[in-house]
C-alpha cells in the first residue's frame, strides 16, 4: 500500500525566508507525486507534480521540488516566501490503478511579517 | 476553467439524520472523488468513481454512500449522520487516462457540523 508522511505539522517562517516542507513517500514502483496548497477557506490547488525525467520540477508561484529515489523523499522549496504563501500544503503520491492519491497529514504555514 | 462547485460551504445537521452532499464539475471529468478532511490525517479517501453508475470504495467508506447518476454530478450520502461524521468534505474531479494521473481539480469544501 502506498502512503505519505510530512513530518512537520505546522512551520513558521519569516516573510523574504527560504521555505523547506518535507514529504516522504512509500510505494513499491515508480510514484507519481504531487505537491498541493490549500489558502484558508479555499479548496485544493496542484502547486507541481513528479512523473518521469528531471527530478528537479518547477511549479507555479515560485515553488519546487526535488524527487530523490534515494531516501524516497519529494520535497518543496521556495527560495523567499511571501505573506501570501501562508497555507497548509498536502504532499500526494499516486500509483495503483485508478487515479487514485494518497494525501500526507499536511504542512501549516504560517509567515511572519 | 475547471470548475467544481459543491452545494453547501457550511452545513449543521442532527444525529441520525440522513445528509446529502452534492457535488458537480463541469469540464466532462469521467473520475470523481469524496475526501474528507481533518487536521493533522490530511485528506482521506471515502469514494470514487470512473464513470456513471460506477463507483469504488476508498479507504474510509464507512458509514457513506454516494450515487452517480450523471457524469457532472456526484453525491455523499450519509444515511445516519453521526457526531464523528463532523469534517470537512472535499470533492474532486479529474480526467481519466489509463496510462497516467492526470490532476485533481477540487471544490471549496463543505464543513458539516453533526450535533
Known amino acids: 500500500a502506498q502512503s505519505v508522511t510530512q513530518p512537520d505539522i505546522h512551520i513558521t517562517v519569516s516573510e523574504g525566508a527560504s521555505l523547506e516542507l518535507r514529504c516522504n513517500y512509500s510505494?513499491?514502483?515508480?510514484?507519481?507525486l504531487f505537491w498541493y496548497v490549500q489558502s484558508p477557506g479555499q479548496g485544493l490547488q496542484l502547486l507541481l507534480k513528479?512523473?518521469?525525467?528531471?527530478?528537479l520540477v518547477q511549479g507555479i508561484k515560485g515553488f519546487e521540488a526535488e524527487f530523490k529515489r534515494s531516501q524516497s523523499s519529494f520535497n518543496l522549496r521556495k527560495p523567499s516566501v511571501h505573506w501570501s504563501d501562508a497555507a497548509e500544503y498536502f504532499c500526494?503520491?499516486?500509483?495503483?490503478?485508478?487515479?487514485?492519491?494518497?494525501f500526507g497529514g499536511g504542512t501549516r504555514v504560517l509567515v511572519k511579517p | 476553467d475547471v470548475k467544481v462547485t459543491q452545494s453547501s460551504r457550511y452545513l449543521v445537521k442532527r444525529t441520525g439524520e440522513k445528509v446529502f452532499l452534492e457535488c458537480v464539475q463541469d469540464?466532462?471529468?469521467?473520475?470523481m472523488f469524496w475526501y474528507r478532511q481533518d487536521p493533522g490525517l490530511g485528506l482521506r479517501l471515502i469514494y470514487f468513481?470512473?464513470?456513471?453508475?460506477?463507483?469504488e470504495k476508498g479507504d474510509i467508506p464507512e458509514g457513506y454512500s454516494v450515487s452517480r447518476e450523471k457524469k457532472e454530478r456526484f453525491s455523499l450520502i450519509l444515511e445516519s449522520a453521526s457526531t464523528n461524521q463532523t469534517s470537512m468534505y472535499l470533492c474532486?474531479?479529474?480526467?481519466?487516462?489509463?496510462?497516467?494521473?492526470?490532476?485533481?481539480?477540487f471544490g471549496p469544501g463543505t464543513r458539516l457540523t453533526v450535533l
Open positions: 469540464m466532462d471529468h469521467e473520475n
Open positions: 500526494a503520491v499516486g500509483g495503483a490503478a485508478g487515479n487514485k492519491l494518497t
Open positions: 513528479y512523473f518521469s525525467g528531471d527530478t
Open positions: 510505494y513499491g514502483a515508480t510514484p507519481y
Open positions: 468513481s470512473y464513470d456513471v453508475k460506477m463507483k
Open positions: 474532486a474531479s479529474s480526467l481519466f487516462t489509463s496510462a497516467t494521473y492526470n490532476e485533481q481539480f
